[in-house]
């Protein structure tokens, strides 16, 4: 154990090494302040991206790293800002002796009660094995683990107490040339300021990007499956918190937003000048990854725009955004979509210029124009749409801790797919969180984001029907809860939207039961009496329930029908 750092625990050749005087000079400060900042624009580093750094540049283990970030970490949160940075980096470079191996054994000690045993040493040695090899080159793979256990069986026989356990004084008496570790360890956090050079103009642009910003602010696909967004520190936050915050730990809520994988920070030189740029980006999923001909429809929900934090300026324009779009009256309005025609063999393209011009009776025939693939009104993609929107639905009716303002769901559907694989390619997906904001402890849930979101869902519904032949019975059970109990009738009775009673229809296989919207697992929906319309009923089964009801709807698809949309459409021409 003592002569852990003979056999390689040195700097590798090219790597920064710690600053050998006993302080950081201003100009030593001022360029880690302005390294941290350019990578880290948000202002701190993540734990994930901690953890991602080091292992890609020092090896070793996750856990390892974890360790050593919940150390550096000061306050106990999720992430290191540059005040942490740099306290944690001058004890470990710049610190005595003393000070870095009291921070060395505190990595040791994984249960934090102030002594070593075995386990935590053989533990933390086998990963700083992996690491220091990374780092120096001098070791190969961890073959010879039984050198790690004599070292610590000799390190133990000749320190350890009566209960065979390491104490601090001890582990400082015995660990003197220990203290190469600490070298190593402040050395891998210079190596997180670290930018990589890459060359932007080999990225290609996001030809799927159907609205937001363009030019430099565009969009970039970052490798198969992927994209590179502009990095804006409201959004950030927002997918950082998505992906650690115990209230998203559920698949369908997580299924609402596209697949996040940090940050990615590049320095840009550019070929002719020579200087350098910092690009600062979200990486994130790409939607139509695997989609042959993706059609995506962008619409913008609320019927207001501005954030709490807005400016005066940012509250007008946003306002009039609102008052001369459909965002006011609808409660959304239509950024751009980009529907592929198979006919024609490309892409129908509008922009938010055609989606301003749009009104209450334009909105739903250019919906509907959406699903138009030159061939066939895809109206099938509707039905796994409207699913996915009642369950966003039903948890923005209980959410309270953001309020959505100017975000988006995107609509997307492969126009060259049929039947169930048409189907299977559609989905939606909230997006654009730069003025999502936590609503700091207010319990109110999002009126104007669920308000947009139920309009959205009724003109899609509306479309449905009409385009799709929806044939539907409601299905009635009673029970007496003084005579039977719990139990519900075995008959049912049948009836139409209106309570008129209608006879059971006889093939049940083209049939199904509606499981959208506010009923349980089976598609009841529970009352204390009968009621024609919505108000009384709930999903939820309670004990004074005496009638529950559900839907059986049987969906005729026009599979060769044309319609008139598209020359509906063409009187829309001229709005753009």
């Known amino acids: 154990f003592i002569g852990f750092s003979e056999r390689g625990m040195g700097n590798a ?57 919940d150390m550096y970490n000061e306050d106990g949160d999720t992430t290191i800002n540059f005040g942490e940075f740099i306290m944690a980096y001058s004890c470990l470079a710049l610190g005595s002796p003393e000070v870095k191996l009291s921070w060395v054994f505190k990595l040791y000690d994984a249960d934090q ?15 700083l094995y992996s690491a220091s090899s990374k780092i120096s080159g001098s070791f190969g793979p961890v073959e010879d683990s039984k050198f790690i256990a004599e070292k610590v069986a000799d390190f133990f ?16 008496k015995a660990s003197q040339t220990h203290s190469e570790l600490a070298n190593i360890l402040s050395s891998s956090l210079l190596d997180t300021l670290s930018i990589s050079s890459n060359d932007n103009s080999q990225l290609e642009s996001f030809e799927q990007q159907v609205a937001g910003h363009k030019g430099k602010a565009s969009m970039l696909v970052a490798e198969p499956g992927k994209i590179l967004k502009p990095l804006n520190s409201v959004e950030f936050n927002f997918y950082e918190d998505v992906l650690h915050n115990p209230v998203f730990n559920s698949d369908v809520i997580r299924s609402f937003f596209p697949g996040y994988y940090g940050r990615k920070t590049t320095e840009e030189i550019d070929p002719d000048t020579g200087l350098k740029t910092i690009q600062n980006y979200i990486c994130m999923e790409d939607l139509t990854y695997n989609l042959d001909k993706a059609s995506i429809l962008d619409l913008k ?50 922009g938010k210029p055609f989606g301003a011009r749009l009104n209450t009776m334009t909105m739903k025939p250019a919906l509907t124009s959406f699903l138009d693939n030159g061939e066939r009104i ?78 959205v869902i009724g003109f899609w519904d509306e479309i449905s029907k009409e385009g799709t032949g929806i044939m539907e019975v409601w299905e009635t059970q009673r029970r007496n809860i003084m005579r039977s109990g719990k139990n519900w009738s075995t008959e049912s009775g049948w009836t139409d939207v209106r309570g008129e009673k209608v006879v059971r229809p006889g093939d049940w296989n083209e049939w199904e039961v509606d499981k959208s919207g506010n009923v349980d697992e089976e598609g009841w929906r529970y009352a204390a009496a009968w009621s024609r319309n919505d108000a009384g009923w709930s999903g939820e089964n309670l004990g004074r329930a005496k009638v529950r009801r559900r839907r059986w709807i049987r969906r005729l698809d026009y599979e060769n029908e044309e319609t008139g949309v598209s020359s509906i459409m063409s009187n829309l021409g001229s709005v753009e």
């Open 378 to 455: 895809n109206y099938e993609v509707i039905i796994p749409w409207l699913r996915q929107l009642h369950d966003l639905e039903k948890w923005m009716s209980s959410q309270t801790l953001y309020n959505f303002y100017s975000s988006s769901i995107l609509f997307i559907y492969d126009s060259t797919k049929k039947g169930s694989e048409l189907r299977k390619s559609a989905r939606i997906k909230m997006v654009d969180f730069a003025h999502s904001f936590k609503t700091e402890g207010k319990k109110e849930i999002d009126e104007n984001y669920l308000k947009g979101l139920k309009s």
């Open 113 to 127: 009660n102030g002594v070593l045993d075995q386990n935590e040493v053989t533990a933390m040695l086998t990963s």
């Open 157 to 172: 026989s000749e320190y350890a107490d009566s209960s065979n356990q390491i104490t601090l004084e001890n582990f400082i």
């Open 301 to 350: 929900i609320g019927a207001r725009g501005h954030d709490d934090q807005a400016n005066t300026k940012k509250v007008v324009q946003q306002k009039v955004a609102c008052k001369v779009t459909t965002s006011e009256k609808l409660g959304f309005r239509m950024c751009g979509m980009r529907s592929f025609n198979i006919k024609h063999n490309c892409y129908n393209v509008k």
């Open 13 to 69: 050749a090219g790597k920064d090494a710690p600053p050998t005087s006993d302080h950081i000079d201003r100009d030593q400060l001022r360029d880690m302040y302005e390294k941290f900042h350019r990578k880290y624009n948000t202002g701190f580093m993540t734990k994930d991206e901690f953890i991602n750094e080091c292992t890609a540049s020092c090896g070793g283990t996750t856990d390892f790293w974890k360790n050593l970030f």
